[in-house]
């Protein structure tokens, strides 16, 4: 959040609109790194049971990947391998606008990689 507010205020300088950004020698507090947990295999089938039927497959297939939702979403037939059993991600799902799929890249160059496909 700080980012985006920080930019804004940096664009309003630029544009001469204020002298000074607030947003200057700003300490922000440490992020407490927490834990992830991977759900069970139960509370993953209580979940799959509360979608409609279409999405039953994506719940399953994201907790069983541990793949991001844009990353999911953003896989198409042709990043699977069923043959040697790996997804490979090079894009997520951006937006889709008038209901077309605008694709982009992972999040970080570590988010291009191959995962295989747990039994």
């Given amino acids: 959040m700080f980012r985006w507010v920080s930019t804004i205020f940096k ?29 069970g295999v139960s509370e993953v089938s ?6 409609p039927d279409r999405y039953r497959g994506l719940i399953v297939f994201a907790a069983g990947m541990g793949l991001r939702q844009g990353e999911c979403f953003g896989l ?16 997520q799902l ?5 209901g077309v799929p605008e694709f982009g890249p992972p999040k970080s160059k570590a988010g ?7 039994e």
């Fill in 11 to 39: 664009s309003a300088v630029g544009d001469r609109i204020i002298a000074a950004s607030p947003c200057i020698r700003i300490a922000l507090p440490k992020r407490a790194d927490t834990e992830v947990v991977p759900l």
């Fill in 94 to 98: 951006l937006s889709a606008r008038g």
């Fill in 112 to 118: 291009f990689r191959t995962v295989p496909i747990p």
């Fill in 76 to 91: 198409t037939v042709d990043r699977l391998d069923f043959l040697r059993r790996t997804v490979r991600v090079d894009r």
């Fill in 46 to 51: 209580a979940l799959a049971d509360t979608v």
